[in-house]
């Protein structure tokens, strides 16, 4: 059995009020297991690491049923658990101040006639701009925190903390209501915080940004060819019947508007290209951009947005079309905008080193928690290294074994450093039997094997 740091322990034993006392006592065990697991992270590979003196066949009646019962059957739910995680991330990180979230969705890969909520969806690591490749599995909506890095606030990284199951088939609720109702949750559980939301393409729809509630401003992208209108609507002579105008007059849509800027000669013209220098990815650019003011009723009604056109002088990525529902500087919306990448990151680094798509469970409870409960561990792993894992001797060790591929706020070394030091809290070679040293012997060499 692995020894949980008391580090770590302090700092997840508010999610006790989640659970009940033996499924957290299940959840401390399976959260360390999964962290020490070498491979395929199935549950009885897990179970297997977080029971190092069992070894039975799978043919034989094992002792790990609690482990599988702690999905499938547990009376714990992932709404519950991800409030108190919210709570306590926040109290950790961000106790003052606007809070940034980003809402993205992502493909777990699965297979399986039986498997419940599974279906055919976009493939975006395997699509490209002239071919939508499809595949089959689960469909998640994830709700992240982005949080600065320390020492260097030019660079961000997200931290998950609630996640949605988007069904397959008409009549479901589609990515954006799923979105918008884990934004109301996060109201509803942080009163009073303002939130800056960060999402893409598929996110601009009226489902989550009509009657958006004003302690949010919204910041993502707009079509090329969005039908916007200005503000304020043109007075309507008294001799003429019929509704007021609520609206203006149409004006050019984000691609004619760049087109306007190109042919622009004069500095007074308000389609007119500005030099604006900007810190995204942890380096400085210089990129031209222009903004206007208008209204996009098909997806904000009334609200008036800002719309920013950024385009990259040297050609290096197509132009980018933006807008936020507050205004502020041009390099504020790109800067903040940027900061949506740290989702994709997560996302691979969930899939490469949480092993998240490895679980084969096929019923609702199990399909409905074990990928929550694994963003819960990578986020509960994220927070440690924040608050208390840099400082630690294992951190420092694992610096001086770095290459320069490696970061030392990548998952993948938070995760080293934590294998490290729960290692040397469990290993005492001084305080051992037997019996003992020779189970920590056969766990080694196994490891050694998975490892080469």
């Known amino acids: 059995m692995w020894t949980m740091i008391p580090t770590l322990a302090e700092i997840g034993q508010p999610l006790g009020a989640a659970f009940t006392d033996a499924s957290f006592r299940t959840h401390c065990q399976l959260l ?48 519950a658990v991800a409030r108190e995680f919210v709570l306590l991330v926040v109290t950790q990180l ?9 809402v993205d969705d992502t493909l777990l890969h699965k297979r399986g006639q039986h498997v419940w909520g599974i ?39 997200c931290i998950p903390l609630r996640a949605l199951l988007h069904l397959p088939g008409k009549g479901r609720p589609g990515c954006a209501t799923l979105a918008r109702s884990m934004l109301a949750e996060v109201l509803d559980w942080l009163p009073g915080r303002d939130i800056t939301l960060l999402g893409d393409g598929a996110y601009s729809a009226k489902e989550l940004l009509l009657d958006l509630p004003k302690a949010v401003e919204f910041i993502g992208r707009v079509r090329s060819d ?30 004619q508007g760049a087109a306007r800027a190109d042919r622009s000669r004069s500095s007074k013209s308000e389609w007119q290209w500005q030099d604006v220098e900007v810190t995204i990815y942890g380096e400085k650019c210089r990129l031209k951009a222009f903004s206007y003011e208008a209204v996009w009723p098909r997806v904000c009604g009334l609200l008036p947005v800002m719309v920013v056109v950024v385009r990259d002088p040297e050609g290096r990525m197509e132009d980018a079309y933006l807008f936020s529902t507050k205004a502020m500087p041009l390099a504020a919306v790109i800067e903040k905008f940027a900061e949506r990448w740290g989702i994709e990151v997560m996302f691979r680094a969930s899939k490469q ?54 970061s030392d706020w990548s ?27 020779l189970n920590w012997f056969l766990s080694l060499q196994r490891a050694w094997i998975l490892a080469t």
């Open 119 to 157: 279906g055919w969806f976009r493939d975006a690591v395997a699509s490209t701009r002239k071919r939508t490749a499809t595949a089959s599995g689960h469909n998640w909506v994830v709700l992240a925190l982005s949080v600065r890095v320390p020492l260097c606030p030019t660079l961000s990284f």
């Open 411 to 437: 998952l993948r070394h938070m995760l080293r450093v934590l294998r490290r030091t729960t290692w040397n809290a469990t290993f005492d070679s001084n305080s051992a039997s037997a019996d003992e040293l």
């Open 353 to 406: 080193q949480m092993h998240i798509e490895d679980p084969q469970h096929w019923s609702t409870g199990s399909v409905l928690k074990v990928a929550p409960w694994v963003w819960l561990v990578q986020g509960l792993v994220m927070l440690w290294y924040l608050v208390e894992g840099h400082k630690t001797q294992e951190a420092k060790e694992e610096e001086r074994l770095m290459g320069p591929w490696d």
């Open 32 to 79: 360390l297991a999964w962290v020490m697991c070498l491979g395929d992270h199935n549950v009885y590979r897990v179970a297997t690491t977080a029971n190092l003196d069992r070894d039975l066949p799978r043919s034989q009646r094992h002792c790990f049923d609690r482990f599988y019962n702690f999905f499938c059957r547990s009376a714990w739910i992932p709404a």
């Open 226 to 255: 969005a039908a916007l209108y200005e503000v304020k609507p043109r007075r309507q002579p008294r001799s003429k019947r019929g509704p007021k105008p609520s609206k203006g007059p149409r004006l050019p849509s984000p691609k």
């Open 94 to 102: 961000a106790r003052s101040g606007r809070l940034t979230l980003v």
